[in-house]
Each structure stands twice: as C-alpha cells, then as structure tokens.
C-alpha cells in the first residue's frame, strides 16, 4: 500500500513597502514633479534589505520563487532590496549590499493591481489631474536585479484605474488580485510588495473571522502577513487560504481607546 502524500503548501506574503522620503523629507512633495510617487528614504532601503535577509530559506523552511510589486516607485524599490537581501549570503555588508544575488533562484514583475488603494480619504496620495501616472515599465523593471525580470509576466490588471476608486472597489480590487496571482503560479511561494492602506484591507476583506474584534491600529513599514494554502487538489484550491503569521502589524481590540 502505497504511503499517503505529504500535504504541499503554497505560501504567499504581503509585504508594505520601506520607509518613503516624504515621511523625512516634508518639502519633497511640493518639489516633485510627481508628488504621488516619492522614492524610499535610506533607511527604507536599509529596512528592506534586513527583510530579505530575514525572508530567506534557511529562516521560512521555505523558498521565495517570485516577488511581485506594486509599480509605484517605492514599492520596487522595497522589492530590489528585498530580492539582494533574499539571495544574499553575506549580513555584514552594511545593509545594501549583496555578495550573491543568483539571478536563477527568484523572478520579479510588476502588478498595477497591487498598488495604493485610489482614494483620497484614507492616503496622503496626490493624483495626477489628468490621471496620467507615467508609469514607465521598462525603467521600473531596471531598477530590479539584473536577470530577475520575468519577460513573460502578463499582469492580471494592464493599467491604473483612471478614476478615483471607492475604498470598497480597491479592496476588491487588492483582494482578487492577490488571489488571481496565487492561483495564476500555484506551485510558487509568492511576495507581493504592496501599500499599507492595502496590505490592511486585503486582510481584513479577505480573512474577516481572523480580523473578528479586532482593527488595526497600524502597519509598520516592511510590515507583513503570511498565508497558506495546501495545492494537492488544484481544482479546489480557490479561497482555502489561512493566516499563518503576521509582523509589524498592531492589532487593536475594537473596544480599546
């Protein structure tokens, strides 16, 4: 009689981006010529580097196959450091540096579906008046590692909204996103490099009973949860994610000041 299978897991973590400029720099966004889109501050660049060092193998018991990111500026960055810091194997270069980056080990594109939720209440976002992002593809994908670049990623949403989202429609949005690119490689362990406004509403809309009583009080930088589902039967694979763990979330019971 043959043994019964091991159960196999794809796991999927949702990352906020590192620490942005305008957060330290306040006059930046009046200089900008794109105020929406501020770069990571150094210690942005740091923070992301240490949660790729943080994320490797020898750390999850698990690999990291592709990191997937939101297309605004300091989310790939976020993700190129992460990616150094994932294939790194030496933690004393200062925390920008990596000694070992294997190309062949990790694949890296860009979503437009994972990026900030288009809704002026909750975000700080300044929006291009003529909803122009100037999202340029090619130049986003340069700043990734050398030979990272998947060239046959099609991304499950081709473009930005060109209208103001309600908060419901870019958590919807977030939410079937993040489950399209699950089901999309479901033998990867995938890093989604998203916004804080929607790393909080993904897990909120998608795991309400682990949210029951809870809020958020708020989500660090470099921030992140872990889900995981198992793929023996991939026709029964849809929504069968649970929470595994979560970092640099606040959770704060509802009746709490």
Same mark, same amino acid.
């Given at each position: ?13 949702? *990352? ?20 929406? @889109? ?10 992301? #580097? ?20 939101? $297309? ?15 294939? /790194?194997? @030496? ?6 540096? /990596?000694?070992?980056?294997? $190309? ?17 209440? $909750? ?11 100037? #999202? ?16 046959? #990623? ?53 795991? $309400? ?6 809020? *958020? ?7 992140? #949860? ?15 994610? /649970? ?12 009746? @709490?000041?």
């Amino acid at each position: 009689m043959d043994a019964p299978s091991v159960p196999q897991h794809q796991h999927v973590i949702v *990352l906020r981006h590192g620490d942005r400029l305008d957060d330290f720099l306040k006059s930046w966004t009046s200089k900008s010529a794109r105020p929406w @889109d501020p770069p990571l501050h150094v210690d942005g660049h740091v923070r992301a #580097f240490k949660t790729g060092l943080v994320l490797q193998p020898n750390r999850l018991n698990f690999r990291i196959h592709r990191v997937i990111s939101s $297309p605004f500026l300091r989310c790939v960055e976020t993700a190129a450091h992460v990616i150094s810091g994932l294939c /790194s194997v @030496d933690e004393d270069s200062g925390g920008l540096s /990596s000694t070992s980056l294997d $190309p062949s080990k990790i694949k890296a594109s860009i979503e437009y579906g994972l990026c900030e939720i288009l809704h002026r209440k $909750p975000n700080r976002l300044n929006f291009p008046e003529d909803w122009d992002w100037g #999202f340029n593809l090619s130049e986003l994908e340069q700043k990734l590692p050398a030979g990272t670049v998947d060239p046959e #990623f099609k991304p499950v949403i081709p473009e930005l909204p060109k209208r103001e989202e309600e908060l419901s429609e870019g958590v919807d949005r977030f939410t079937r996103v993040t489950l399209a690119l699950a089901d999309k490689y479901p033998s990867e362990n995938l890093l989604l490099v998203t916004h804080g406004e929607g790393w909080g509403a993904g897990l909120r809309s998608v795991f $309400p009973m682990f949210m029951k009583g809870m809020k *958020l009080r708020d989500a660090d930088y470099c921030s992140r #949860f872990e889900i995981r589902r198992e793929i023996n039967d991939i026709s029964r694979m849809a929504r069968k994610f /649970s929470v595994v763990s979560y970092n640099g979330l606040t959770p704060m019971m509802k009746n @709490d000041s």
